[in-house]
């Protein structure tokens, strides 16, 4: 007789059962509710990080167009260089040779304060940190066209100045011997 028998906490009426039904059914539409949320977040994300990416990649080309371009100018100004050497005395023509290699040659801490001046010339802000450059072996970070001619050709054109400006004080004295 006990064995027909089957315990009151087990038999489940069929209210009992809807009701169960139904709240699983809440409690699987909620989790569906939060994980398409997620999903949305996500897909977010993933649009604004492609944007990102974009600009960067933006970014990344422009700058190597640049770069290019610098490197194209310092070549020009190298062949121009070489062109007026000759035309230069045997003293000059050793000075200019020797600054043209030491313009060839910029070390981090110079490299540093060159994009530290770029950056207030720019107006931007001034705890920018410095962009990280893989230094040579040695130090020194061999620019064999582009930056170091054009630092040459800035400190020629400086010096050309200074020396014009001598030869003028120069002039100016003697026409006031003369006088």
Known sequence: MSASVTPPSLKLTYPETLDRIKEEFQFLQSQYHSLKLECEKLATEKTEIQRHYVMYYEMSYGLNIEMHKQTEIAKRLNVICAQLIPFLSQEHQQQ?????????????????????????????????????????????????????????????GVQSQLAMKEEQGQHTAEHHRDT
Not at 96 to 125: D, F, S, W, Y
């Open 96 to 156: 200019v040779v020797g600054a043209m290699e030491r313009a060839k040659q910029v070390t981090m801490g110079e490299l540093n304060t060159a994009i530290g001046h770029q950056l207030q010339a720019q107006h931007l802000p001034h705890h920018a940190p410095p962009i990280p450059l893989s230094p040579h072996p040695s130090g020194i970070i061999s620019l064999s066209s582009s930056a170091g001619l054009l630092a040459l050709s800035s400190a020629l």
